[in-house]
Every structure is written in structure tokens, then in C-alpha cells.
Nanobody, 128 residues
Framework: QVQLVESGGGLVQPGGSLRLSCEAS????????MAWFRQAPGKERDHVAS????????YYAESVKGRFTISRDNTKNMVFLQMNSLKPEDTAVYYC?????????????????????WGQGTQVTVSS
């Protein structure tokens, strides 16, 4: 069983930055590819970014490419999402997710239906 706890959400002005963190309670964190998804009110849960088990490979949604950066620290069982140049359309609940992976490719962990474990989510609101 894997427990995921997100933190770092909040209210930020357009153009601002936030850093989300996700801590995993699992002995074999390095066996899991990790991803961030987001869900705005009335919309489906969308992929934001994924990172492979070693951190060597990353994959981003087109809407956040160049603004967001996903990273991980396997020594601390943590995954991060650095969000810069935030826009009002980035407003959503952000979820951390884990996928028991058998390769080191991030793109294979970009579908919500394939993720094995989810956190409870953290609210990000971008507004002036």
C-alpha cells in the first residue's frame, strides 16, 4: 500500500510561482513512476507532468511545458512540481499519483486510468 500526501498549494497572483510537494509512504519508492494531475471544477482530471522511476525521463502536458518542472528525490520519497508563470487557467486541485513501473519512461505514466495510487489533492488558485 502506498500513501501519498501533497502540500504546497495556495492562492497566487497570475505570473507567480508555487512549488508542490508529495511525500510517499512506501519502502520501494524507486519502483514507482510519479505524476501530477489536476482537476478544475466541472472538468475531467488531466495529466500535468510525469517522471520516470530514476528521474531521468520527464513528460509534460503541452499546456504547462516550459513553465512547470517535475522532479523527485528517491532518498526522501518525495516528488515535486515547480510551477512558474502561473495563469488563471492553472487553477485546479492538483493530485499526486504513483504508478508501479517496469520501465524508465515517463510517458507510460500519463494516463489517470493506469495510476495505482492517489493523494488527496491540494488546491491551487491563481487569481488577482
Amino acid at each position: 500500500q502506498v500513501q501519498l500526501v501533497e502540500s504546497g498549494g495556495g492562492l497566487v497572483q497570475p505570473g507567480g510561482s508555487l512549488r508542490l510537494s508529495c511525500e510517499a509512504s512506501v519502502r520501494t519508492f524507486s519502483n514507482y513512476a510519479m505524476a501530477w494531475f489536476r482537476q478544475a471544477p466541472g472538468k475531467e482530471r488531466d495529466h500535468v507532468a510525469s517522471i520516470s522511476v530514476t528521474g531521468a525521463d520527464t513528460y509534460y502536458a503541452e499546456s504547462v511545458k516550459g513553465r512547470f518542472t517535475i522532479s523527485r528525490d528517491n532518498t526522501k520519497n518525495m516528488v515535486f512540481l515547480q510551477m512558474n508563470s502561473l495563469k488563471p487557467e492553472d487553477t485546479a486541485v492538483y493530485y499526486c499519483a504513483a504508478d508501479l513501473a517496469y520501465n524508465d519512461y515517463a510517458r507510460t505514466s500519463s494516463l489517470a486510468s493506469t495510476m495505482n495510487y492517489w493523494g488527496q489533492g491540494t488546491q491551487v488558485t491563481v487569481s488577482s
